[in-house]
């Protein structure tokens, strides 16, 4: 399993603004996750960040909105620039089991755009 | 078409009464299937997974799951609910839409007393 922390817990943010969310993991992890959570949602994935290389988007999710740094295996972050209401979400990070697929999440960042 | 379907969105049931959260994917290729629970103002915790071997799978809190290939199906159940299980339960799916993990809408259960 893995330990995974988010920073900020939750935000409330101006329209026009950016937010950088963290995300740390307590091992080392090829791949990391970012999930939207909208109000009385699902998740949706944003993008997949490997360490090392771009981070590859998911449809209907862009680099200039949500830019996605992973600087190591330990830690990545994501941007939500120029934000407006929409983007009112709760943004998660997840790290992926090579052996058993399985998917352990961080306890998400809740972001309010006003 | 949606790759992950939750037939329910939400589901009230009585303290100690059997239920079951339904889901369906839409796949021809081998998939990894999960449950996962949000309680209120939570993360994701996984709750069960089917990989491979028996269609039976049991995980935590009592709760279990059955693969059923043919009609594509990875149903939840629990024989006896407490208030505790009020929270929201996703359906997940890796390789239905790509290698990727893809989630179901979300069936919301509320347990009363």
């Known amino acids: 399993s893995a330990v995974i922390s988010q920073k900020p817990s939750r935000d409330i943010c101006q329209r026009g603004t950016s937010l950088t969310i963290q995300c740390q993991v307590d091992?080392?992890?090829?791949?990391m996750f970012w999930y939207r959570q909208q109000p009385g949602q699902s998740l949706t994935l944003i993008a997949t960040?490997?360490?090392?290389?771009?981070?590859?988007?998911e449809s209907g999710f862009v680099i200039d909105k949500f830019p996605i740094s992973r600087p190591n295996l330990t830690f990545s972050t994501l941007t939500v620039s120029n934000m407006s209401p929409e983007d009112s979400s709760i943004y998660l990070c997840?790290?992926?089991?090579?052996?058993?697929?399985?998917?352990?999440f961080g306890p998400g960042t809740r972001l309010t755009v006003t | 078409a949606q790759s992950v379907t939750q037939l329910d969105s939400q589901v009230p049931v009585f303290e100690e009464a059997p239920v079951e959260l339904r889901c369906n994917y839409s796949?021809?290729?081998?998939?990894?299937l999960f449950w996962y629970v949000q309680y209120p103002n939570q993360g994701l915790q996984l709750l069960l997974k089917?990989?491979?071997?028996?269609?039976l799978v049991k995980g935590i809190n009592g709760f279990e799951a059955e693969f059923n290939k043919s009609q594509t199906s990875f149903h939840l159940r629990k024989p006896s609910v407490h208030i505790s299980d009020t929270a929201e339960y996703f359906c997940?799916?890796?390789?239905?839409?790509?290698?990727?993990?893809?989630f179901g809408g979300g069936t919301r259960v509320l347990v009363k007393p």
């Open positions: 997840s790290v992926e089991s090579l052996e058993t697929y399985e998917q352990y």
């Open positions: 960040a490997n360490q090392g290389s771009e981070a590859t988007y």
């Open positions: 997940a799916v890796w390789g239905a839409a790509g290698n990727k993990l893809t």
């Open positions: 091992s080392q992890v090829t791949m």
């Open positions: 089917y990989l491979s071997g028996s269609t």
């Open positions: 796949s021809s290729v081998s998939v990894y």
